[in-house]
């Protein structure tokens, strides 16, 4: 059932002759169910041409014999078959229309002057077969999809230009027409897309999905269809630190809300001229949301750093804890990268022993991302089995608030300790004893030295829960302390200069230093 | 001398030996003897120190009092940094004063800081304690922390001795004044 009625002609005849396509015309005439765009342009124009001619007789004043049917529906398919030459070929095929009669003038296959060629070429079988192309060879695995599309800003101007155009025919027939009346050129677009890459896919469309396949659209050659704006209303376009060009959509938009009609008009035809060429498809793009990847790991190396360490592009220390990890998830989730968290991390040279540390992977643009728990299991094996350095354990898929999760434990937990001490006068048993025995002792930390050059100058309280000690010889003890978190051992140990008070020295009135530290 | 933990087993780095490198200025100021210590620390972060051989710092001086006050209107005391940048904190040239001594022989000695850069902290324990900077000097009895500048972290060192160059500079005072003696 065609969708347009009595009421819509003269809109739809004004819009048909002056370079309108007929999707757009639905859109203007407030057309707002699928079925009618998905039908082919082909029928489309066809069924648009059946319905002005009926009872319009008075159109067709210059020429005594209307040629026939039969011969127009062969040039309109001449026409039809030429749209894929309109790119370089605009406006080659209205010659061959141009016969007299008017209603052929009014069969445009030009590019439609509001939307570029957007409901023409680019939202059939076609064009969405070639994006699927792309999407299939980028070698990603989803399930579904969401798509995203980027028209080219000005084609709010020239919607902004029929809009008025359409109003203003309507007010003769005592209509109105509201911005809101109108379908949206991306609604209509996604309406008549959306089922086409689901077929041509397999997939449904679903708009919380993790996949995303974008495409950009540009048309150049009206690239300076936007620029009359700034100067009516300049702060609409303030130049934006990252971006190329001012005229951005949202820029746009806020402009042709602001402007006066007459002010309009007086700057931007309407109708808005037909362009010689359709967009131009300027971005094909797939990507696929983080996927994140947790655990626990443990650290049997004193000579491995959390991350690479490198000054001056050199290479200080062989691997890293996050690189020993995550290289594997790299390749096996065929990711771009990644991010390594964890919670809390360790020095260089102190072992984490006990349950393991928890982490979190971030993994950018994942091609894949389906495992079962026995694929990872069999993951977590091979990382272990690839280096005696680390070990993970409760490999895991997770959600990304896992991350702020892991992140809260930190400031909460209590942490223990085993430290190697060594102290420059010769000590007995008797003289670490009273160790044992002092429980919640408070310190005060400033900022220790090792890391002042990089972190702010301050002084953290924390709390020492308890201690235990084992002799070890005259000069040596082992140290077992259950701390706050956040606590720096090394210097509540060594004292770092007296800046950690009270510290173990201290405590013993002599010096300490620590020879080794491994956390649990 | 002042007394430094002596490690029973040489074998033992002690802190300052692990993570920072030993510079040396000598007659700073042109006051002979005055010598001060850098320690270089990896990060770039300097901490100022007394040498063995400056004056403070031989048996028989006591302090009698440390001031932070360097000038009427500028007290070390009131350096107050912000900050991963450090905002806020006094800047220092080579030949800046950041402390004086008082001595109860009634000398008075001004510390300098021989490098270029940003005052983070000065030593508040050796206000209350001032022997601490007798006992130990390169360590809890220290005068400032400062950071240098890091297109400057390398050339600050460019005026300053290496621990070998002090110590022959030691002892050609040793031999100076027994020859005059």
């Not at chain 1, 579904?144 to 027939?173: C, D, I, T, Y």
């Not at chain 2, 100021?29 to 120190?49: A, F, M, W, Y």
Request: neutral net charge; contains cysteine; glycine residues 4%.
């Amino acid at each position: 059932m065609f969708p347009l009625t009595e009421e819509n002609k003269h809109v739809a005849q004004l819009l048909l002759s002056t370079g309108t396509c007929p999707r757009c015309i639905f859109r203007f005439c407030g057309v707002d169910f699928h079925a009618p765009y998905k039908l082919p342009y082909k029928e489309l124009l066809n069924e648009l041409q059946k319905f002005l001619e009926t009872e319009n007789e008075e159109f067709i004043l210059d020429i005594p014999n209307p040629p026939p049917k039969k011969i127009r529906l062969q040039e309109l398919e001449d026409g039809i078959d030429g749209i894929d030459n309109l790119s370089q070929n605009g406006e080659g095929r209205v010659s061959v229309m141009e016969d007299g009669s008017i209603a052929s003038k009014n069969s445009n296959l030009n590019v439609c002057n509001v939307c570029l060629g957007i409901l023409q070429e680019f939202c059939e079988k076609e064009f969405i077969k070639k994006v699927c192309q792309k999407v299939e060879a980028s070698g990603f695995e989803f399930t579904n999809l969401v798509f995203s599309v980027s028209f080219p800003p000005q084609l709010s101007v020239r919607e902004h230009a029929a809009w008025l155009l359409v109003k203003q025919e309507m007010g003769k027939q005592n209509l109105s027409l509201g911005r809101n009346d109108i379908v949206q050129l991306k609604e209509a677009y996604k309406w008549i897309t959306h089922p086409l890459f689901s077929e041509e896919l397999g997939v449904p469309i679903d708009g919380k999905s993790l996949f995303e396949v974008s495409v950009i659209f540009a048309h150049p050659e009206t690239v300076e269809d936007c620029h009359f704006l700034r100067a009516i209303c300049p702060d609409c376009f303030k130049p934006a630190k990252n971006k190329q060009s001012v005229f951005t959509r949202m820029a746009v938009m806020k402009a042709l809300n602001k402007i006066k009609e007459e002010d309009f008009r007086k700057q931007f035809p309407c109708p808005p001229n037909s362009p010689k060429a359709v967009c131009t498809v300027l971005e094909i793009e797939c990507a696929h949301g983080a996927v994140f990847v947790a655990g626990r790991y443990n650290k049997y190396s004193r000579n491995l750093p959390q991350t690479p360490w490198i000054i001056d592009g050199e290479r200080k220390l062989e691997s890293s804890v996050e690189e020993l990890i995550s290289d594997h998830l790299l390749a096996v989730f065929k990711a771009e990268s990644f991010n390594f968290s964890s919670s809390g991390r360790e020095d260089v040279d102190v072992r984490t022993l006990g349950n393991g540390r928890p982490f979190a992977i971030e993994l950018v643009n994942p091609h894949r991302v389906h495992f079962t728990s026995q694929e990872i299991k069999e993951l977590q094996q091979k990382i272990n089995n690839s280096s005696n350095k680390i070990q993970v354990r409760d490999l895991q898929l997770v959600t990304r608030e896992a991350i702020g999760r892991m992140k809260e434990g930190e400031e909460e937990k209590t942490k223990s300790y085993s430290a190697l001490i060594w102290t420059n006068k010769a000590i007995q048993k008797k003289d670490i004893e009273f160790l044992n025995d002092i429980k919640d002792l408070k310190i005060d930390q400033k900022t220790p030295l090792r890391v002042l050059h990089r972190r702010p100058l301050a002084v953290r309280t924390r709390i020492i829960h308890s201690m235990e000690t084992r002799y070890v010889d005259e000069h040596h003890f082992h140290l077992y302390l259950k701390t706050q978190a956040g606590t720096y051992i090394k210097e509540f140990v060594h004292g770092d200069f007296g800046r950690t008070k009270p510290n173990i020295g201290s405590l013993m009135n002599m010096t300490a230093d620590i020879l080794e530290l491994d956390v649990e | 001398m002042a007394t430094e933990p002596e490690a029973p087993e040489p074998a033992v780095p002690s802190l300052v030996d692990r993570y920072f490198t030993r510079w040396y200025k000598a007659d700073v100021k042109g006051k002979p003897c005055e010598d001060h210590c850098i320690l270089q620390h990896s990060n770039r972060i300097c901490v100022i120190t007394l040498a063995e051989s400056h004056p403070v710092l031989q048996s028989g001086k006591t302090i009698k009092s440390i001031s932070y006050q360097i000038s009427t209107n500028c007290s070390r005391l009131q350096n107050k940094v912000s900050g991963k940048c450090k905002r806020g904190a006094q800047f220092l040239t080579e030949l800046a004063p950041l402390c004086k001594i008082y001595c109860s022989d009634g000398e008075e000695y001004t510390i300098s800081s021989c490098v270029r850069g940003r005052l983070m902290e000065v030593n508040e324990n050796i206000l209350h304690e001032p022997s601490i900077l007798q006992e130990k000097p390169s360590t809890e009895g220290y005068i400032a922390v400062v950071l240098p500048k890091f297109e400057e972290s390398r050339s600050i060192t460019d005026g300053l001795l290496t621990q070998k160059q002090y110590e022959e500079v030691v002892v050609k005072r040793i031999h100076a004044t027994t020859a005059a003696s």
